[in-house]
């Protein structure tokens, strides 16, 4: 795939693109996080919304 973009081999090259993977994995996780609290503080809102209605 390098040789494809006519990207050396180089450590600085591949450094480059490690870095790159690790960061995008990070994001991922971040981004998976955030979504996860979202959806719990709405999931109890919906339960608190609930109880009050109905008590």
């Known amino acids: 795939m390098m ?3 006519g990207v050396s081999g180089n450590l600085m090259s ?3 693109i490690d870095f790159g ?3 995008d994995g990070a994001v991922i996780i971040v981004e998976s996080i955030v979504h996860r609290i979202t959806m719990s ?3 109890h809102t919906g339960i608190t919304t ?3 209605a109905n008590g």
């Open 3 to 5: 040789q494809l973009f």
């Open 14 to 16: 591949l450094g480059a």
């Open 21 to 23: 993977l690790i960061v």
């Open 41 to 43: 503080k709405s999931h």
């Open 50 to 52: 609930f109880a009050t």
